[in-house]
């Protein structure tokens, strides 16, 4: 899948751990930075063959009442 820095995805860690987190490319590194709260300071880097992008979501539907 394509992904754009900036982008909250679903992303799988060395096979084992999932997490929901916006995504980063730093050279041969990823940073997954937390998605609901910027500015936290709870960043994941790790090589990218570390990581699988599982999904990324592009935009969310919400019903018209």
């Not at 799988?12 to 730093?26: C, P």
């Not at 590194?29 to 090589?47: K, M, Q, Y």
């Given at each position: 899948?394509?992904v754009?820095?900036?982008d909250?995805?679903?992303a ?16 041969a ?7 609901g ?12 063959d ?6 990324v979501?592009?935009?969310l539907?919400?019903?018209v009442?």
């Amino acid at each position: 899948q394509f992904v754009r820095d900036g982008d909250p995805v679903v992303a799988l860690l060395n096979n084992t751990v999932t997490v929901l987190t916006k995504y980063f490319r730093s050279g041969a590194h990823i940073e997954l930075h937390e998605a609901g709260a910027p500015g936290s300071g709870n960043v994941i880097r790790l090589v990218a063959d570390h990581v699988t992008i599982k999904g990324v979501q592009r935009g969310l539907l919400r019903p018209v009442i």
